[in-house]
């Protein structure tokens, strides 16, 4: 069956009301797309247009009409200049030429030079991912991003160096473990005095992978020794 380029006037007219309502532009005012549009010349003659679309803004109205061609070749220079002798007559136009399959540099030139917008609307081919000279494009972006989720803490066991707790009369291991039970997560520190280290125990889950470079998700234990150290809360 021959092709009759209703499809692709149909394609052409769906896109150009799909960008409209994309841009979403408020003073955009009486949009009116219309397929097959007969508009007169000055002699009086109806002429046919593929597609015509219409808006007002700022008080003014702007219209262009689309010629939509479905060639297997692309456009030639006698199309350019058909559609301009066709709309010469018919003032205040501005005029949009669509394919599939691109322009001879004639046409090209041709239409630059009465200010004809040039469209290419297809599916997307190989070819598009190319320059001029045959360079490609970046197509595709891979990300290698490691990511780290801060461990959870669901248990804390203190080990008193039995020592010093004998070596003083202020501190049992009972009082020390009521500590842990009473305050909050964040209001409870460990320094290691060695190493010039302060932190609380609700940070400590964000220190973890760095004092442990082999922790795995999932469940893991950590056990460390602080030979000169202390626990202290917000009030010490």
Known sequence: MANSGKEYEELVRDIQRSLINAGNVPSLKNINIEKNKKIKDRSGIDREFDIYWEFEIGGHTYRSVIKCKDYSSRVSIEKIDAFISKTNDIPGLNLIYATRTGYQSGAKIK???????????????EQDWTDEDGTPYLKTINFNIPFQIPPKIFSFELNID?????????????IIGNVFKTEKSDSIFICN?????????HNLSK??????????????????EIENGHIENADS
């Open 111 to 125: 239409a630059e030079q009465h200010n004809i917008q040039l469209l290419v609307i297809r599916d997307q081919q």
């Open 162 to 174: 039995q020592e010093w707790l004998k070596s003083q009369n202020t501190y049992t291991a009972q």
């Open 193 to 201: 005095v060695n190493n010039n280290e302060r932190y609380s125990i």
């Open 207 to 224: 220190l973890l992978h760095k004092k442990d470079n082999n922790m795995k998700y999932g469940e893991n234990a950590y056990t460390e």
